[in-house]
């Protein structure tokens, strides 16, 4: 006897269900729990999936800086920059760049050594430099695309040429959603230029993988912001609502009685789904309730009117929804790309982010969730350490630094190293296709294993590339 | 880390001591030295991806074997004994070109180690040559693969007992259904016969009087009757032209890295439904769109834009608009191409061949290469800008024409006059200047325009040398002759392409000439799933080695021919296809067959269909009676309520009622929708305001037909708003049960005082929970 004959036979039907599943989740009843339900459920998506080998983590929140930070101004220190400033580069530039650059420019910003290891931070991020002993650097990251478009593709889907379903839908496929409530991949602010949606989607991968979008970068008003579309109608009223479904049930039941074939299997599962969806209708919009989080939290994130509100509320929503179980987060910032006015605007960037994104950290650690979550912070490609007129520096594909913090990555580390300017990756390179085959090794998932065919054959996030930077593994 | 410094510390007094042992012969060319110094590094630092057992073998090289080292890979011999400078292995360790290992650079005294080693002559005892893992593809025996045959010419069986079966199609599903120990599905009644022909053919549902015309219709071909009003229907190609448009990408902007719009794109997509419509044979469908531009002009304007408009359908992909390296941009176009044109006329995956020879089918890079030069030698590009910009042409148009010559003195007279007034003045800014300025800027921006399609132009020819690994800064040592696919020549010649010519009309051709073995083969098994929900042959864009033979591999093949027999009209093949009584069965499944034959692959019955996205969205506009058939052109946004496939597709921010109902895919060739079952689909149908308004619209014009307010108008109303969704009226049990939602509806909503709103809210609920329902969604 599966859910749906239960409820009926009781004589009860969609009102009830809503109710018997409160009850069962403020623990006042041992009957059936949610993830008994889920078993029940046929053909769902995103049913939780073992992964290859234990994980070290169970969920990503990426911290995506749109534009291309500067690694040589933030956390990539460059003392022979400072020396050679004004010189030109003593190496050969790439074949391909975006923008013409002249000679070496030193950093405007002042770096010093933080925490037990002792890592180099540049005083644009303060705060996270406080958080170093939690964290990896990678500095060796680089890709191959040079602009903006290329590179956000190649960096979400591994792709800058196909159409390839982005990481987080890869992960969702591998794994399944913790909370079958809520969508297993979610962006918040996401960009939809430079690739746009292609950057989160699920190209052939079923379309229950591709990201809910919330915000976007060009509009970010709370009320247009839901986790799922259609979530609810304010014009119709739940009990109204119980009633239809139950009506529409009980017509399916008459136009066909039980038992069904497997040929039904279909039809049963869709009446299946308007169960999971009244479900969703009362859960999802809980998690987007930010204002209920205690005083100090939102202290804590830089929630307070000032700068750092906005990416504040970013990182704090990304955390309830890690916490809720969604297996992919992104949360987006832009827009990092100072060709000119290097200067005042990172300036004005960093202070936007970077007591939010400490703050993220701290209190992932604080609630006992780091473990299991892995933070990664990066962005498209770095800048050169050349100078694009006088307070400037054009992309840099060929150098860039990632950090990641929590799920089983070493603390306080660092892996790899770009040339003495930062122009390019030289010792222990790491292949975009490498960050994203130690992304899905972290999670569980064998990036050779976890494999989608279509077109007659079969796909993988890394394509024929990628390999595991072990080294990072705590 | 630690390995790599525990090798540097071994190697080091190694070097030192082999240094001053150099001259000894014995010592760096012989075994002992590969043994201590070159295969330990080997080992570490190249094998994983160099070897036999490797995953995947990079730059086709391997340095498993003396005989492989020497070999070399896609860039050369790896190892060319004696000569240090002329060994790619040492080059690359030399990050001098090549960057080997990629991790990070071995030690200089390693390096000089294997130029010592080279330089002595490359010693190398290891003979032993594993073959690769992946068994390379057997072109002899691909050549008996079952879809590169030559088409079969079957004659329709006869079964005995089954003589009233006039129509071929059903002699053949018959065979195998009598073979099998089946018996064929009862036809499906009248009611459920229409709606799925108005479904099938036009997208929509059947209007009330078109089922109650239907149903008192008693003479014998009633039903053909329906089917020629529908094929005849202008609504047909708004339907089988989006089958067509998800083969080909079709979208309204870039998508891509630059998301520029597509303002044009809609012409091509017009152009598809007005041929369909005019039932263009499918012959001249395909060349048109490969090659229109290439076909003699004709006379009449219109005609001559529609050849430009057809090729549209090369122009119309996602493009990297702003890869800065623009041989790159240039190059992975043609590629976009190659794998859409490929696998939507050839049922083949031709682009795998981009970077190495096909993993599965026979397709070699030089075949790639081959159908890349047609490509190439076509300009689908207008520049190379640092954000490119596609190519466009003017619509022919010898009105515009006119009265452009007709501007052109004005513009010229003003100019003339600007030039006079500005040497007389010797002042830019004086006022007559500035005023004569403006009145030449008006007149230039008065110049009458003509419409711009997305075409493309012949370019200069070129062959093109394979490129090594699908690297364009790779290219192989000679051009390959512009040619179609090698092995399908084989079966089928090919002409030769002349010097001059891009080879682009050549291939269009060479698709449709009566005795391609894929082409007809391939677009029948496509029109056959889109009537039945599941082709004949289970990939639909891939018939290469990996397919799986036909369920029906006579009936494919006499479909094929049947369609070149009559002439490549589509239209001719539906109307068989919906005659036919395996078309009319009921779709209604039996217990015990379905557990023998589950996916239903010997045509037992038909096939319940879920709607596409397009028509769902439809259907509920026509029953909220707000649908605006307009034909053509392009809807402002995705709120209009002209039908779906006028609506914008935005390739970055597609509409979400779209990807809801698993259209997603806007930027690549998609061989079939999946139909997912998910609960944002429910979410949609129970709180979108598209429902909502469309739900109380559907009341409001019921309510408003029955003005009664007795219990029969009650059922009246019912029983109309049954019709209206599911085409049928409801059971006695379903009126009964329609009641009580009715009444409980109106309990629940006391706090509406006004009786005549609440029975309007409780109706439109009423209408919503049908919309809900299955039988909304699924067609029968």
């Known amino acids: 006897m599966n859910r749906r004959q239960l409820l009926h036979r009781c004589g009860a039907g969609f009102g009830a269900l809503a109710l018997s599943d409160m009850i069962a989740r403020s623990g006042l009843c041992a009957g059936e729990s949610a993830a008994d339900a889920r078993g029940t459920m046929a053909s769902n998506p995103l049913a939780s999936r073992a992964p290859h080998f234990p994980a070290r983590a169970k969920r990503v929140i990426f911290l995506f800086m749109h534009g291309g930070p500067s690694h040589v101004d933030t956390f990539d220190y460059k003392p022979e920059l400072i020396k050679h400033h004004g010189q030109p580069l003593p190496f050969e530039k790439p074949r391909i760049q975006f923008a013409q650059t002249g000679n070496l420019l030193r950093s405007p910003w002042k770096f010093r050594r933080y925490g037990q290891c002792g890592a180099w931070v540049s005083d644009l991020f303060p705060h996270v430099g406080r958080c170093v002993d939690d964290i990896t650097f990678i500095r060796s990251i680089h890709g191959s695309n040079e602009a903006h478009g290329g590179a956000l593709l190649k960096m979400h889907t591994g792709s800058d040429t196909f159409v390839r379903p982005s990481m987080g839908a890869w992960i969702s496929y591998g794994l399944g959603s913790e909370n079958e409530s809520l969508p297993s991949f979610i962006t918040i602010s996401p960009t939809l230029g430079h690739g746009g949606v292609r950057n989160f989607g699920s190209a052939f991968l079923p379309p229950i993988h591709q990201a809910t979008r919330i915000g976007s970068a060009k509009k970010r008003k709370a009320e247009e912001d839901s986790i799922v579309p259609n979530l609810t109608n304010p014009d119709i009223p739940a009990e109204l609502q119980a009633l239809q479904l139950n009506f529409a049930t009980d017509l399916d039941q008459l136009k066909r009685p039980a038992p069904h074939s497997m040929a039904d299997a279909d039809l049963d599962a869709r009446i299946e789904s308007f169960e999971l969806a009244f479900r969703m209708q009362t859960e999802a919009p809980e998690v987007l309730e930010i204002d209920s989080e205690s005083e100090s939290t939102l202290k804590l994130y830089g929630i307070d009117g000032g700068p750092t509100d906005s990416f504040g509320r970013q990182c704090l929503l990304a955390r309830r929804l890690s916490e809720s179980g969604v297996r992919f987060v992104q949360s987006s910032h832009a827009y990092w790309d100072q060709h000119s006015d290097l200067k005042e605007q990172h300036g004005t960037l960093a202070e936007q982010v970077d007591r939010p994104i400490a703050g993220l950290l701290t209190d992932l650690k604080q609630r006992g969730l780091l473990d299991e979550t892995l933070l990664i912070w990066g962005a498209e490609f770095g800048r050169t350490p050349t100078a694009q007129g006088d307070n400037g520096r054009d992309h840099n594909p060929h150098a860039f630094t990632y950090w990641m913090a929590g799920g089983g990555v070493k603390a306080g580390f660092s892996h790899g190293e770009s040339d003495e300017f930062g122009f390019y990756s030289t010792k222990d390179k790491v292949h975009v296709h490498d960050l994203h085959a130690t992304i899905l090794h972290l999670l569980g998932l064998d990036h050779e294993r976890l494999t989608y065919r279509y077109g007659g054959r079969d796909f993988r996030l890394t394509d024929v590339e990628g390999s595991v930077v072990d080294q990072i593994f705590a | ?780």
């Open chain 2, 1 to 780: 880390m630690c390995l790599r410094l525990i090798t540097c510390l071994i190697i080091f007094p190694l070097v030192t001591s082999s240094i001053v042992l150099s001259d000894d012969k014995e010592t760096t060319s012989g075994i002992d030295f590969f043994e201590s110094r070159i295969r330990p590094i080997l080992v570490e630092h190249c094998l994983e991806c160099h070897s036999g057992d490797s995953k995947i073998l990079r730059g086709g090289l391997r340095l498993d074997s003396r005989q492989e080292s020497l070999k070399g890979g896609d860039s050369g011999p790896a190892v060319v004994p004696g000569k240090p400078d002329d060994s790619l292995v040492i080059s690359a360790m030399k990050y001098d070109g090549l960057e080997m290992p990629p991790k990070g650079k071995l030690p200089d005294e390693v390096i000089a180690d294997f130029e010592m080693w080279i330089r002595d002559g490359a010693t190398d005892p290891r003979t032993e040559s594993r073959p690769a893992k992946l068994r390379p593809v057997d072109w002899n025996a691909a050549k008996q693969h079952w879809a590169f045959q030559p088409l079969a010419d079957p004659t329709p069986p006869h079964i005995a007992g089954y003589e009233q079966h006039s129509n071929p199609i059903d002699r053949f599903v018959m065979q195998r259904l009598v073979a099998e120990g089946f018996s064929p599905a009862p036809k499906a009644d009248k009611r459920t016969l229409i709606r799925r022909a108005t479904y099938d053919l036009i997208g929509l549902p059947p209007t009330i009087e078109e089922v109650r015309s239907f149903l008192t219709d008693d003479s014998e071909n009633s039903f053909e009757k329906v089917v020629d009003r529908l094929l005849a229907s202008p609504h047909y190609g708004e339907r089988w032209g989006r089958y067509w448009l998800d083969l080909v990408r079709y979208a309204n902007t870039n998508g891509a890295d630059e998301n520029h719009g597509l303002p044009n794109a809609w012409r091509y997509r017009d152009w598809v439904v007005r041929m369909l419509n005019r039932d263009l044979p499918m012959n001249d469908f395909i060349v048109h769109q490969l090659a229109g531009d290439l076909l003699p002009t004709p006379p009449d304007e219109s005609s001559a834009g529609d050849l430009l408009t057809a090729t549209g359908m090369l122009v119309i992909g996602p493009k990297m608009l702003a890869e800065q390296d623009k041989d790159k941009m240039i190059i992975d176009i043609v590629d976009e191409q190659i794998d859409t044109v490929s696998r939507t006329m050839l049922g083949l995956t031709v682009g795998c061949a981009r970077c190495h020879d096909h993993k599965f089918d026979p397709v070699s890079t030089r075949d790639y290469y081959a159908l890349a030069g047609i490509f190439y030698s076509t300009q689908s590009m207008a520049d190379r800008a640092f954000v490119s910009k596609w190519m466009e042409r003017p619509l022919p148009s010898m009105d515009i024409d006119m009265r452009r010559k007709a501007h052109q003195p004005l513009i010229d007279q003003a100019r003339a006059e600007f030039e006079r007034l500005k040497s007389e003045l010797k002042d830019e800014n004086a006022e007559p200047v500035r005023k004569q300025k403006e009145a030449l800027e008006k007149l230039e921006k008065e110049m009458p325009q003509f419409e711009m399609v997305m075409s493309v132009l012949d370019a200069q020819p070129k062959n093109l040398p394979v490129h090594i690994r699908g690297n364009h800064l790779a290219p192989g040592p000679e051009p390959v002759p512009r040619a179609m696919p090698s092995i399908l020549t084989e079966v089928h010649a090919a002409p030769s392409i002349e010097t001059l010519r891009s080879g682009r009309l050549e291939l269009a051709n060479w698709l449709v000439s009566p005795d391609h073995p894929l082409t007809t083969r391939v677009l029948i098994n496509r029109v056959w799933m889109w009537h039945f929900g599941k082709p004949l042959m289970r990939s639909p864009s891939n018939f290469g080695l990996q397919s799986e033979l036909p369920s029906h591999p006579e009936l494919l093949d006499w479909l094929a021919r049947e369609l070149i027999r009559r002439k490549w009209s589509l239209k001719e093949m539906h109307k068989l296809i919906l005659l036919s009584d395996t078309w009319q069965m009921s779709s209604r499944a039996s217990g015990t067959d379905e557990e023998r034959d589950p996916d239903n692959r010997l045509l037992r019955r038909q096939n319940r269909r879920r709607l596409e996205a397009e028509p769902v969205r439809d259907s509920l506009l026509f029953a909220g009676g707000e649908l605006d058939l307009t034909q053509g052109n392009i809807a402002p946004n995705t709120e209009a309520k002209r039908r779906a496939i006028y609506l914008p597709i935005d390739r970055s921010a597609l509409y979400e009622m779209f990807s809801t109902f698993d259209y997603v895919e806007t930027a690549n060739h998609i061989e079939q929708r999946p139909a997912t079952t998910v609960p944002q689909q429910a979410l949609f149908i129970m709180n979108s305001s598209l429902v909502y308004q469309q739900s109380a619209n559907m009341a409001a014009i019921i309510v408003e037909e029955t003005s009664s307010e007795s219990p029969e108008g009650q059922r009246r109303m019912i029983k109309m708003a049954f019709e209206r969704l599911y085409s049928r009226l409801p059971t006695d049990a379903e009126v009964v049960r329609s009641e009580q939602f009715l009444s409980d509806a109106d309990q629940q909503l006391s706090r509406i005082a006004d009786p005549v709103a609440r029975k309007h809210q409780a109706f439109a609920g009423l209408c919503r929970s049908l919309m809900a329902g299955n039988e909304f969604l699924f067609v029968d």
